[in-house]
């Protein structure tokens, strides 16, 4: 959080702590009043149940199950897009059909990949795989984008010392792009989260989307938003490991 | 940087359509569909291969041309559960990008509500907001209503996220005309702002468009009531798989047609309005 706060003016901060305050007290008294009907909790009642035992062994589970659907589809992911990519890059030939491949697969509804995941992958993988696709996705825009952009200069250096085209890919544009493509990594982080929570609720046996549907289908309020925070607090740690890695990445690339 | 333009930031970065790359420059149309198409080609005859060579059975995994068939041959099955998901998607997108409007022309007008949206619209990006559907769907009730409030809420962030950054960078000259000349902030809002914001606006439609079919269809399948979600978890649990592949194959066909519409009202709602 730190390298997020860090670049925050002394202005702005007092007004978004005052929001953040406004939020919990809004939420625990909706739920006190009962505004929203007995499926809103006040803050105690989850506070609560997150700081009993079971609860703990139950989440704690549920978040390493989907934390690690999260970070091996994240890898599987990230790192097959940047393959893509770099083969976009290598034989631009394969590229405008890569490019339509890449935004078929996006707009393919996740619920319309269950039935293909099911068979091939089984109810487990599907997780991993769903997460992959959701992070590849982020990653593969990213990288085209950062390979194609490289400074026309650097071009000509490389064109007219007679460089390879796979070393002016690996010298000279990947390096280059390295900040752009770590860009589409902090948004894969919380996509892979999402894209792992989806997929578990087609049939797997632990995790945080398990958790929510089943305390939804048996009415279990406090799990059910204490699961809800947990997937969002996932999401949102995800999402500033890789905003600190940016920021180093940054700084030395550019 | 502050938390808002960082956030903007990152969803500009989403928005990053992929490159244009030049098309090939021999060669007509045939060559430029096939350099186009060939990944999707790909796939289809390799699910075709898949599907006959390790000799599965129409239960765990039909044929293309199985598919084709039911939905071709069974539209009125369809048609229906089509319709319901279409019209929640598109009531969504309009309250979703109402809401979003507004509260960046809230935003706007004072500082104060600017300082205290800032962490709101941070958590709201962060927020799995399609994972939380099993909260929502608890809080709201099962029913049209919640797929509402879910496809809303999938419409809200990117509007209220564009339409507040190009309401902040409009262009200096033409704001210091309007000052010269003593407009009134109302004026300046009405005249200058918000035809300036169009364009974010329409980054925002495209963004959106898909995403919202997509929610309305989770909602659907976990929560049942009507719609292709609902279809699609039916024909799974009745072991009706040309149906089950084929409510696949209509979802991505409509999610794609709502990209490339959303697309081309972009395009030419920028053309009309740059």
């Known amino acids: 959080m730190s390298a997020l706060l860090a670049r925050v003016p002394r202005r702005t901060v007092l007004p978004a702590v005052a929001g953040i305050v406004l939020l919990v007290v809004a939420a625990d008294a909706i739920g006190r009043l009962g505004l929203a009907g007995a499926a809103w909790p006040t803050v105690t009642d989850v506070v609560d149940y997150l700081t009993s035992p079971t609860a703990q062994t139950l989440l704690g589970r549920a978040l390493a199950a989907t934390g690690t659907a999260a970070a091996i589809g994240f890898v599987a992911g990230g790192l097959g897009a940047l393959a893509l990519a770099l083969l976009g890059a290598l034989l631009p030939a394969a590229g405008p059909g890569l490019d339509r491949l890449a935004a078929v697969v996006h707009a393919v509804p996740l619920i319309a990949l269950a039935p293909l995941l099911v068979t091939t992958v089984g109810r487990e993988g599907t997780s991993t795989v769903i997460a992959a696709l959701a992070a590849g996705f982020a990653v593969f825009v990213a990288a085209t984008s950062a390979l194609a952009s490289t400074a026309r200069a650097g071009r000509d250096v490389f064109a007219v010392l007679g460089a390879s085209r796979l070393s002016t890919v690996l010298r000279l544009q990947l390096p280059a792009g390295l900040p752009t493509i770590v860009d589409g990594l902090t948004l894969a982080a919380p996509a892979a989260v999402l894209g792992a929570v989806i997929g578990e609720w087609f049939g797997a046996r632990r995790g945080l989307g398990v958790l929510l549907v089943s305390a939804m289908q048996n009415v279990q309020i406090p799990l059910l938003w204490s699961a809800a925070l947990s997937a969002a607090a996932l999401s949102l740690a995800a999402y500033v490991l890789l905003v600190a890695l940016r920021g180093w990445v940054t700084r030395r690339f550019t | ?274």
């Open chain 2, 1 to 274: 940087m502050t938390l808002a333009e960082e956030s903007e930031r990152i969803v500009r970065a989403r928005a990053a359509a992929p490159v244009r790359r030049p098309a090939p420059r021999t060669g007509g149309v045939v060559r430029r569909v096939v350099s186009r198409y060939w990944t999707i080609a790909v796939l289809l005859v390799g699910w075709q291969l898949w599907a006959s060579l390790n000799g599965y059975n129409r239960i765990v995994v039909p044929q293309p041309g199985e598919v084709v068939a039911d939905v071709v041959g069974n539209s009125g099955a369809y048609l229906p559960d089509l319709l319901a998901t279409l019209g929640m998607s598109a009531a969504g997108l309009l309250t979703g990008m109402a809401a979003g409007v507004a509260l960046a022309v809230a935003v706007w007008t004072s500082p104060l509500v600017s300082g205290m949206t800032t962490p709101i619209a941070l958590i709201m990006r962060s927020v799995p907001v399609v994972a939380m559907i099993p909260v929502l769907a608890r809080v709201f009730g099962y029913g049209w209503q919640t797929v509402l409030v879910i496809t809303t809420i999938v419409s809200f962030f990117p509007a209220f996220v564009f339409v507040a950054a190009r309401l902040r960078d409009a262009p200096r000259s033409t704001s210091d005309v309007f000052a010269v000349l003593g407009a009134s902030r109302v004026t300046v809002l009405r005249r200058l702002l918000l035809p300036h914001a169009v364009p974010g606006l329409l980054v925002a439609f495209r963004l959106t468009a898909p995403s919202a079919v997509l929610a309305a269809m989770l909602a659907e399948y976990l929560m049942g009531g009507r719609g292709l979600g609902v279809l699609f978890a039916q024909s799974v649990s009745f072991y009706q798989p040309e149906r089950a592949w084929g409510t696949a194959l209509v979802a991505t066909v409509v999610s794609v047609a709502c990209f490339v519409g959303a697309r081309a009202v972009e395009r030419r709602g920028l053309a009309r309005m740059t």
